[in-house]
């Protein structure tokens, strides 16, 4: 069997362990192949360096070198190398950036200076962090540099365009978002491999992962949507949100930007035309798709830990094998 999945950072990366970990733990499953494609709308470049957040998320998530507690970045990290930034007063200051971490931006900055593409690079970090041998295969969604910027406020009845890790990070989402502005998408290109992976899937899965500037950024490639509603493989998703509220992250306020409301069934409906099945948590048992099956979780849909999440992908896979053929 082969599953692709559509992923961001933190949900997507915590969700594809906990069913890695199903599949190696459930006979007759461990030969499956899993492929990621990533969301690389996150991307921005600081001090110089290319850093892919989400693609890093998953490497270190993955590859059992993530900071467990954050969900992001190094484990046992240090900042020895932005504490001396700071004290010669290079800017930005407020996305930190480990040791450890600056390594990998140096060396993705490095081979991407030589020519490598994107694919390319990130195919040589997930060696480095065992994924192949995970029989794990981890795409970007495109090799061309894409970046996701926020539409706010400017104070004066104007409005003004930061970058959407300026509005994340810095302000947490506090600024109201007017829109999300996706530099570089409109000549954008799959990256090799991402439509294969989708239309040779048995089965696609739709993590937890941000509806808006995740998942919803991976569907903005040309040819990826066209993908989804053509494959014949069931596509079934899980709900980022519990009571209308996300786990983690801000994605109530990326939907609101978008006009769309802070529900189980909303966010299902961003992905209705070619969603076969949605799990949701028992308390949005009420949740109903126009087409798709909805199945509630047998409890909290919470990642907690990786048996907990496995049991969340398995019951994705239960969903996904009633679809009718």
Known sequence: ?????????????????????????????????????????????????????????????????????????????????????????????????????????????????????????????????????????????????????????????????????????????????????????DRAAAAPGVLEAVRRADVVLLPPSNPVVSIGIILGVPGVRDALRGTSAPVVGVSPLISGRPVRGHADACLEAIGVPATAGAVAGLYEDFLDGWLVDPADAATTLRRGRVEVFDGPLLMSDVPATARIAEHALRIASSVPA
Do not use: K
């Not at 082969?2 to 594809?16: D, E, P, S």
């Not at 996150?42 to 290319?50: A, Q, S």
């Open 1 to 185: 069997m082969h599953i692709t999945a559509l992923a961001g950072g933190v949900g997507g990366a915590r969700f594809v362990r906990g069913l890695r970990h199903h599949l190696d733990t459930t006979p007759g499953l461990e030969d499956t192949t899993v492929t990621v494609v990533a969301n690389t709308g996150d991307d921005i470049t600081l001090f110089g360096l290319r850093v892919c957040p989400d693609v890093d998320t998953l490497l270190y998530t993955l590859g059992g070198g993530v900071h467990d507690g954050q969900g992001w970045g190094r484990a046992d990290e240090s900042h020895r190398v932005q504490g001396e930034l700071a004290a010669y007063g290079v800017q930005p200051q407020w996305f930190a950036l480990g040791d450890l971490d600056i390594a990998t931006h140096v060396a993705r900055s490095q081979w991407l200076g030589q020519g490598a593409t994107l694919s390319e690079v990130t195919t040589r970090l997930a060696a480095r962090w065992g994924l192949p041998e995970q029989r794990l295969e981890l795409l970007p969604m495109t090799d061309t540099p894409v970046e996701t910027h926020v539409v706010v406020d400017d104070g004066e009845g104007g409005e003004r365009a930061i970058h959407f890790q300026e509005w994340w990070v810095r302000h947490q989402a506090s600024l109201p978002a007017r829109r999300f502005v996706v530099a570089g998408l």
